[in-house]
T-cell receptor, first 116, second 111 residues
Framework: DAGVTQSPTHLIKTRGQQVTLRCSPISGHKSVSWYQQVLGQGPQFIFQYYEKEERGRGNFPDRFSARQFPNYSSELNVNALLLGDSALYLC???????????????FGPGTRLTVL | RKEVEQDPGPFNVPEGATVAFNCTYSNSASQSFFWYRQDCRKEPKLLMSVYSSGNEDGRFTAQLNRASQYISLLIRDSKLSDSATYLCVVGATGGGNKLTFGTGTQLKVEL
């Protein structure tokens, strides 16, 4: 079975541009979470979506938005890119929204975003 | 204070050594705890969950001390392939999937 897939793998943008990152969860998983990992740091939680509804939001500005589609895939959008948005963006999928036994998260390979 | 704190390392150890990683967390209401492993330029992968009773998986032993809000990971008989960054992770309180990661501890196992 395919794991979590993300596209694109790498992306270069300039300041002020907008970017859309995509994630397909493991088949049967209904929850998708997004994380930002800056070099030298651990991943930081951005959003969680479950059954197309936002279930959690981290401490990120409104320039960051996301959505989940009926097939449980998800997009992360970042507007007005800043140099500090350069990072590895990770998507994680899980069966459920946090109930015991359903919450193990499986990470995709990430999208490496560089903002120049 | 960071929610999850770890010594960033690096820890350089010879093959066969025993190495211990420590981690503290600030939210006493946290309910779930994990160690993830992340290889260079790869995604994090779950190494093991951590339980109050302690748990072992082969050469890896994890311990949780809720009173001290302290989590540990012990790796015995370290292998070259254990070289990676080890991330201490605390799960969300009150449900939800939010994971809070430490900065990670880098391990280099050498010949």
């Amino acid at each position: 079975d395919a794991g979590v897939t993300q596209s694109p793998t790498h992306l270069i943008k300039t300041r002020g541009q907008q970017v859309t990152l995509r994630c397909s969860p493991i088949s049967g998983h209904k929850s998708v979470s997004w994380y930002q990992q800056v070099l030298g740091q651990g991943p930081q939680f951005i959003f969680q979506y479950y059954e197309k509804e936002e279930r959690g939001r981290g401490n990120f500005p409104d320039r960051f938005s996301a959505r989940q589609f009926p097939n449980y895939s998800s997009e992360l959008n970042v507007n007005a890119l800043l140099l500090g948005d350069s990072a590895l963006y990770l998507c994680a999928s899980s069966l459920g929204a946090g109930l015991a036994g359903e919450s193990e998260q499986f990470f995709g390979p990430g999208t490496r975003l560089t903002v120049l | 204070r960071k929610e999850v704190e770890q010594d960033p390392g690096p820890f350089n150890v010879p093959e066969g050594a025993t190495v211990a990683f420590n981690c503290t967390y600030s939210n006493s209401a946290s309910q779930s705890f994990f160690w993830y492993r992340q290889d260079c330029r790869k995604e994090p992968k779950l190494l093991m969950s951590v339980y109050s009773s302690g748990n072992e998986d082969g050469r890896f032993t994890a311990q949780l001390n809720r009173a001290s809000q302290y989590i540990s990971l012990l790796i015995r008989d370290s292998k070259l392939s254990d070289s990676a960054t080890y991330l201490c992770v605390v799960g969300a309180t009150g449900g939800g999937n939010k994971l809070t990661f430490g900065t990670g501890t880098q391990l280099k196992v050498e010949l």
